[in-house]
């Protein structure tokens, strides 16, 4: 069974920098793109940054280009681990941020992480 699993929340003040990270763990799966999603308190989750597993093109939302950067890693052990650097942080990035992946053959993500809460104070 695949987990995805959230860790690097926190409460930090406005302008300050965080990284997120995302460790597939248990049974390997191939996978298109992995990614993470946001959801702040009475809104939908939203789309923040992608990164095709194949050639590690990168995609943003365009309330965070330029701020967050999306990469991956992949350690010896075969754990596929993506991470999201966050810079210059604004109350506006206070939410739930969820790690997603999308398995080959799926047309959607259909892999989600508990989520991790990240709180920007003023």
């Known amino acids: 069974q695949v987990q995805l699993v959230e860790s690097g929340g926190g409460l930090v003040q406005a302008g300050d920098s965080l990284r997120l990270s995302c460790t597939a763990s248990?049974?390997?799966?191939?996978?298109?793109?992995m990614g993470w999603f946001r959801q702040a308190p009475g809104k939908d989750r939203e789309f923040v940054a992608s990164?095709?597993?194949?050639?590690?093109?990168?995609?943003?939302?365009d309330s965070v280009k330029g701020r967050f950067t999306i990469s991956r890693a992949i350690p010896r052990n075969v754990v596929d681990r993506v991470y999201l650097q966050m810079n210059s942080l604004k109350p506006d990035d206070t939410a739930v941020y969820y790690c997603?992946?999308?398995?080959?053959?799926?047309?959607?993500?259909?892999?989600w992480g508990q989520g991790t809460q990240v709180t920007v104070s003023e």
């Open positions: 997603a992946a999308q398995s080959v053959g799926a047309n959607d993500y259909d892999r």
């Open positions: 248990g049974r390997t799966f191939s996978k298109v793109a």
């Open positions: 990164i095709r597993w194949s050639g590690g093109s990168t995609y943003y939302a």
